[in-house]
């Protein structure tokens, strides 16, 4: 089976919540439509995919210690799909997510 890349966009998401960067996250139903991503046990975010246009390749430094204007990358993945997340819709008044699958 060949290895599928996928770039999670969270983009619309931290425009209207903090996600601190080493919060827990647990990613879920990626073989569906709507995958689920829950940060830190709190915060639950629906995915849908998306397509990308053209050729989308994911790079990765080459080295720690190179100076900006030498820094060398090296092509990781050619990604076919993008993973949008939003924010689950909430459940109840007081501010709790649905925890159902989808």
């Known amino acids: 089976m060949e ?4 770039m999670i966009d969270l983009d619309d ?5 903090d996600i601190p960067a080493d919060a827990p996250y647990t990613l879920s139903g990626l073989d569906t439509l709507n995958p689920v991503l829950t940060i830190d ?3 639950k975010l629906v995915g849908e995919y998306i397509a990308t246009i053209g050729t989308c390749l994911a790079f990765s430094d080459k080295g720690d210690n190179q100076t900006p204007q030498k820094k060398t990358v090296e092509p990781v993945a050619k990604l076919h799909k993008i993973l949008k997340f939003r924010l689950a819709p909430l459940d109840n008044e007081d501010g ?3 925890t159902t699958n989808l």
């Open 3 to 6: 290895d599928e890349h996928v």
């Open 13 to 17: 998401v931290s425009r209207h919540i």
């Open 41 to 43: 046990g709190k915060m």
């Open 96 to 98: 709790v997510t649905k």
